[in-house]
């Protein structure tokens, strides 16, 4: 059977409820948001021209990193206007002068005499009132902090070092320094230094060529004889000795200065203030006529004048700042 409708029941088309009519401003929110959503899925999808490529994506992260920090600069004045000198019987003009005595004067770091042209002579305008000279004949590099302190006293724009012959100049290789406790030394005389004149300069000498050393003095016979009274065993003890235990103790010695001074260079290239003679007067070839008449192993004046030379050089050179 089939259900009719009365007509007083059917409703009319006008009365049906109608769904409400979105305002303009409605409509362009929403076309607004579903446009920033598709942008930020095109983003993530790497599909946006320009930015979401991988390399655009490097470029990115790469920007959010810390930059590396610059290299600090080194700092160094070649016309210093004061001297100190620390040091050994080299930086003292032992047997330059006379038989086992101190020669200051000659001196190639301070000294006033007019043939040696010291460091002094050369850049200060007064070299008797604005250099002082700490070194001690029998120095060793544990010398260093309590010479470092008493030159610290002056405030000095610039302290010279050349240290280190004696730490290896022992009666036997055994008593050499041990390179470890010669690099605390020399780091704690550098420390010393800088807790009292942290703006002063340092320029630090490479050890001497002791093996060099002992090829020029052994072909003098006096040389030959003083060295027997007890200079440098560890070096120049049996001077003409060729036998295989001696040329090995001999080539020890020249090993452990060759240590030294990458410890000296080492060190030295962490301080902005320190300056390394990058191994000049190591290299450097002394002559007969260099070395003291006196023993036949400490520099003349000749050898002085030409240590003073060397530093010079070194100092007044103009290097990169980095």
Known sequence: MTESRKPGNARPLSARPTAPKRSRTTAICAFALMTLAGLVLAVACGSF?????????????????????????RIWDRAPDSLAAVGDSITRGFDAC????????????????KGVDSLARRL???PEK???NYAASGA??????????????????????MSGANDACRPTVEQMTPVADFRADFREGLRTLRSETPKTQVYVSSVPNLKRLWREGRKNPIGQRVWGLGICQSMLKDPQSMATADQERRQQV???????????????????RCRY????????????????????????KEGQRSLAELAYGQITARRSAR
Request: glycine share 6%; hydrophobic share 35%.
């Open 49 to 73: 021209p320009g930015g979401g490529d991988k390399r655009g994506a490097q470029r990115a992260e790469d920007s959010s990193r810390p930059h590396p920090k610059s290299t600090p600069r």
């Open 98 to 113: 006379s038989l086992l005595a101190d020669c200051t004067k000659v001196s190639w770091s301070t000294g006033t005499a």
């Open 124 to 126: 200060l305008s007064d």
């Open 130 to 132: 604005e250099s002082w």
């Open 140 to 161: 060793v590099m544990a010398d260093l902090p309590a010479q470092m302190r008493r030159a610290a006293a002056h405030k000095p724009d610039m302290v010279t070092v």
């Open 254 to 272: 020249y090993d452990r200065v060759v240590a030294y001074n990458s410890v000296l260079k080492q060190e030295c290239a962490k301080d902005l």
């Open 277 to 300: 003679d990058n191994g000049a007067v190591f290299n450097y070839r002394f002559t007969g006529a260099e070395l003291s008449n006196w023993d036949w192993f400490h520099p003349s």
